[in-house]
């Protein structure tokens, strides 16, 4: 990891040593055959040599731009330095003695709220590795009281408050099960000054693209808001995180990219601490901002319904993100930058736009999902269009494929799956349409998030799963819907019958999110068909 103690220093992005085709070789004789004459062995030496210096120099010239990559270095995650003034090492029964007010509280925080929101304002308040963040309840219940009254209680659930759970208490009995018991001794970090907490949720050391937005990207969504002033904070901790190492190239871009933004701004500086919460210790905070998104969707009445507030959650933030990215392609990652030019808006001349379908991999990291009927969707593909592709990703794709790959379609055929989050990266397209397949829709948090690109998205729900316990819940839930055309079957959650609340279940709702399916193509035809209007009109 990058390290700074004390002064901001800057790094240059990486220049390559090596050739196109990789590390130099050396060449010998014994690679040729024998017969081979020394003077032309030599000649054929000086060729090869010569193409390789040539081919360097012009990688190299393609770098040049390298010198303008200046990220700022910031401290390693999870680092503790002995004697830190803001960051003490203590048990809970000694930190809650010691500090100024024994009792946690929660308000509203506007100043991030108005665009970037909700966002909430704790006191003396704890996180670990798993749910909830943990507050100390005076008698007269005032934190519970304003939870209520600013929403803070209505977040999603791995950062919803609640109260510390003490051994031996009945209210144990009350929490969910993952939920962590602690005594007056058990040790804690507790970090002094200010802190920003966002939450990634229930992906800690685990790279999930999507996920990693949720936590990382909700930091880009504040920068990119129209907020007049930043004050710098003494901590950033990320909640069931991984560190952005613990990624590929998608997760350094977005790093890189919020680092930039957050020194520019003045919310980081090189003395910012970042942590992950890890099993080994909780963590607790004297105040903290965290932005505690609403576990609620637009279809659902009340405040805070326009759902989590990840990068990307409204316009505003797409418009600031495009440029950001092509500064830093073209002064950071001159390859991919490459890449990006060769393309250029499609042209829809004999009106055949081009159609890509994405096949997850069948490996143990990406799961399932992929298209068990693909030959007959790429046939039904070409009913509409003679410009038809199967294209995949995976955590290992370097940026200048992703690039090359999200910017070479107007419509996208895709399972449900963190792939889709790579549509970040589609800045050569001014219209997109994408189409979603599920067995049943259990929600539409991408579909929102990209709506606000000039993206046509659509959720095609009702295709089938080849496992036949798999495709009795799907016919089950799809049989209780009363909500339409996607979303929980039941959206108002405290008057659903019992086989609503069990199709609302991760018992049933993970197995349908993550099968392979086999698509019912005449179901897939009808929003095809919408969507290729959507790009060609």
């Known amino acids: 990891m990058r390290q700074a103690y004390g002064t901001q220093r800057m790094r240059k992005c990486r220049t390559s040593l090596r050739g196109p085709f990789g590390q130099i070789p050396r060449i010998r004789a014994r690679d040729f055959s024998l017969n081979i004459k020394r003077g032309t062995l030599l000649g054929v030496k000086l060729i090869v040599v010569a193409t390789y210096v040539s081919a360097l120099y012009s990688e190299v010239s393609k ?66 590795h798993v749910d909830r963040i943990k507050y100390f309840e005076d008698d007269d219940a005032s934190y519970e009281r304003n939870a209520t009254l600013f929403g803070a209680c209505k977040a999603g659930i791995p950062h919803r408050p609640i109260p510390f ?13 993952n939920i962590v018991e602690y005594g007056e ?50 901590h950033v901790v990320f909640h069931q995180c991984p560190t952005p190492d ?80 092509i500064e830093y392609l073209e002064k950071c990652r001159p390859r991919a930058n490459a890449a990006l030019d060769t393309l250029s808006p499609y042209q829809h001349y004999d009106r055949s736009p081009r159609v890509a379908v994405f096949q997850r991999h069948g490996d143990s990291r990406n799961g399932l999902r992929r298209f068990v009927n693909l030959l007959e969707v790429q046939s039904l593909v070409r009913e509409y269009t003679k410009n038809v592709e199967v294209i995949t990703v995976s955590a290992e794709t370097k940026l200048e494929e992703i690039i090359s790959t999200f910017n070479s379609f107007d419509v996208l055929i895709t399972p449900h799956g963190s792939q889709i989050v790579n549509l970040l990266f589609s800045i050569k397209t001014t219209k997109m349409a994408v189409v979603e397949v599920v067995g049943s829709c259990q929600h539409f948090q991408l579909s929102l998030w990209f709506g606000q690109r000039m993206i046509d998205y659509r959720i095609s729900a009702g295709h089938r799963s080849p496992d036949s316990e798999t495709q009795a819940s799907i016919a089950f839930c799809e049989a209780h819907r009363n909500t339409t055309p996607c979303g929980p079957i039941c959206a108002d959650q405290s008057n659903c019958q019992i086989n609503e609340t069990k199709c609302n279940s991760l018992q049933l709702n993970g197995p349908i999110l993550s099968t392979d399916l086999i698509v019912v193509i005449e179901k897939l035809r009808s929003d095809l068909e919408r969507a290729i209007q959507y790009v060609l009109k």
């Not at 830190?84 to 991030?112: G, I, M, Q």
């Not at 051994?167 to 969910?176: A, D, H, M, T, W």
């Open 63 to 128: 770098s040049a731009r390298d010198d303008q990559c200046n990220i700022p270095i910031h401290r390693p995650f999870n680092l503790f330095i002995p004697a830190d003034p803001l960051v003490d090492r203590t048990d809970l029964k000694s930190w809650r003695l010691n500090s100024e007010n024994c009792h946690s509280s929660v308000t509203h925080y506007e100043a991030y709220t108005k665009s970037a929101g909700p966002w909430f304002e704790h006191t003396n308040v704890c996180v670990d």
């Open 165 to 177: 759970p003490w051994k031996g208490e009945s209210r144990r009995n009350e929490l969910i099960e």
């Open 185 to 234: 001794n058990s040790p804690v970090y507790v970090l002094k000054g200010k802190t920003l907490l966002f939450h990634c949720w229930r992906v800690p050391n685990n790279p999930h693209p999507l996920h990693f937005l949720f936590g990382y990207g909700a930091v880009l969504s504040v920068l990119f808001a129209p907020v007049s002033e930043f004050k710098t904070v003494d």
């Open 246 to 325: 613990q990624g590929g190239d998608f997760h350094e871009v977005i790093w890189d990219i919020l680092l930039k933004e957050a020194f520019a701004k003045r919310l980081f500086d090189s003395g910012t601490r970042l942590y992950t919460t890890t099993v080994q210790r909780l963590l607790c905070m004297e105040n903290v901002r965290d932005n505690g998104w609403m576990d609620k969707q637009p279809y659902r009445p009340g405040p805070f319904s326009e759902g989590p507030p990840y990068m990307g959650a409204d316009a505003h933030t797409f418009q600031v993100w495009e440029p950001r990215l």
